[in-house]
């Protein structure tokens, strides 16, 4: 830094050592600090004392639970009734696809047991399939493209902002064919994507809009919750998520007959408001012993959220007294933010052109996490060959359709922030 009034090991000390100090003195570890003033200056990775010592992690154990989740979980042991398939009010799956329904502001809730099989049940709903094309964006979990792979249809991967990481709206359009069916923006990290912009796209080129809110869990984009701004949104349950079943996701959305097909196709076709209607279908349900870990982990979810609120504002707060690690920046349209990942941009030139893997590695032996981010850059990823090369891709596409999508498959501005 080059503020002498706020050096970084000064800024860290100040917000860290001095409340990780006072919970180790009462422990009898005051002597961690020794010394520390006169190598406040140095950094751990050199050999100066880490600002956060080992066994002063500032983090949370989680999942939250109480006695109160493992006697639901419990009663659902206790009830002999194992598995759920009768879309019956007395069922748990049921019951939290109603409690989940209301706290998103959507008209129909559908359980499935991953936010994978959710993308891919909303897809199936929405009949994509076999030469379709998908819009979607590199910067993402690789269960987005998986799930369009795997209905034989092809992924066209968006480059990102490179101040939001979102799916760069502006590059939408370019790449729309005869063949595109959707558009698949993600909500990353919890933040939101430019749904004003890509909801007009999907409008004027008579598309649908598949949101993959996997890590949004309450977020919001003009008051209105992600996963109901577009046709349907999807969910995951998975143990990392702020609302975890350990594993679990969903699918929400307004239309009855469209919701409809989805919760018939994760309960082999049933037809989930009894009129009778066929739909196709496989078995995506969730057990209820997922069901009432999330009617208990649903509870806390405000709470939880709110309380994730707070802590941004004193992070950005703080961030803002330090030149080269800054927040991404966020849509106008986005009222709440989600908090899976928190997504920083960092400056090299701010710190002496030091690389950013070296730096994330300096934060580390300061006992600071910093993580790699989320799976990035999926359109370099090998198992996109993977599929190309596979019997059914070769004979749906043509040569030339996959050559061109190769040569397409270009995001120069993920690789950075990646």
Known sequence: MKNKSLTRRTFVKKTSIGAAGAALATNGFI????????????????????????????????????????????????????????????????????????????????????????????????DIGPGDEVITQTNTFIATAQTTFNLYALPVFIDSDPETFMINSDLIEERITPNTRAILPVHIGGAAADMDKIMAIAQKHNLVVIEDACQAHMGEWRNRKLGTIGNLGCFSFQEGKSLCGGEGGAVIGNDDNLMAR????????????????????????????????????????????????????????????????????????????????YQLIYEKEYFNNLSKAKFQQAMRAEGIGFGNGIDSSLHLDPFIETYLNMRAFQKIFSKERLDKYRKENICPVNEIIG
């Open 262 to 341: 989805v919760d018939g196709y994760t309960n082999n076709g049933r037809d989930p408001r009894g009129q009778r209607r066929s739909f196709p279908g496989s078995n995506y349900r969730i057990t209820p012993f997922v069901a009432a870990t999330l009617l208990g982990q649903i509870r806390r979810l405000e709470v939880q959220s709110a309380l994730r609120d707070e802590n941004c504002l004193y992070l950005e707060k703080l961030l803002s007294g330090i030149k080269g690690v800054r927040p991404t920046k966020k849509y106008t349209g986005q009222t709440r933010r989600a908090y899976y990942e």
């Open 31 to 126: 002597s961690v600090y020794s010394n520390v003033l006169q190598d406040i200056e140095k950094p751990a990775i050199l050999g100066g004392i880490p600002v956060r010592p080992k066994g002063s992690d500032l983090g949370v154990s989680w999942p939250v639970y109480d006695d109160t989740d493992v006697q639901m979980y419990l009663d659902a042991f206790k009830s002999k009734r194992w598995s759920e398939y009768s879309n019956s009010g007395k069922e748990l799956s049921v019951q939290f696809e109603k409690e989940f329904a209301e706290l998103m502001g959507a008209g129909y809730c559908a359980t499935t047991n991953s936010g994978t099989d959710a993308l891919d049940a909303a897809q199936r709903a929405l």
